[in-house]
């Protein structure tokens, strides 16, 4: 019995190979971010109610995502600080709504 490679088993392969490493990295990602996020400062639950609250009412809202910012709401408005904008200005910068809602 032979075992041969025809072009379309190597792309799927390939493939299967680039997506798996995409997945590791994502992962990798996701941990990091996660154990980042672990370590922020949180405002009071008190706080991060009241933002949901005003982002709930907001049309920008959509499926917990912000159209204006991209964040996942359930996670930012529990920051004290913004991660993303922290990052880019490289200074401790406030978690603000975009709209200037909150």
């Excluded at 406030?94 to 709209?99: G, L, Q, R």
Aim: aromatic letters at 8%; a positive charge.
């Amino acid at each position: 019995m032979r075992f041969f490679l025809t072009k379309n088993h190597a792309k799927r392969t390939a493939d299967f190979l680039y997506n798996m490493a995409i997945t590791v990295k994502g992962f990798f990602a996701l941990s990091k971010a996660i154990i980042n996020w672990s370590k922020q400062q949180k405002v009071s639950p008190e706080q991060a109610a009241e933002r949901m609250n005003i982002c709930g009412g907001c049309d920008r809202l959509k499926m917990g995502i912000c159209s204006s910012c991209g964040c996942v709401m359930g996670i930012k408005s529990k920051l004290v600080y913004d991660p993303v904008k922290t990052e880019e200005k490289g200074v401790l910068t406030k978690t603000v709504c975009p709209e200037g809602k909150w």
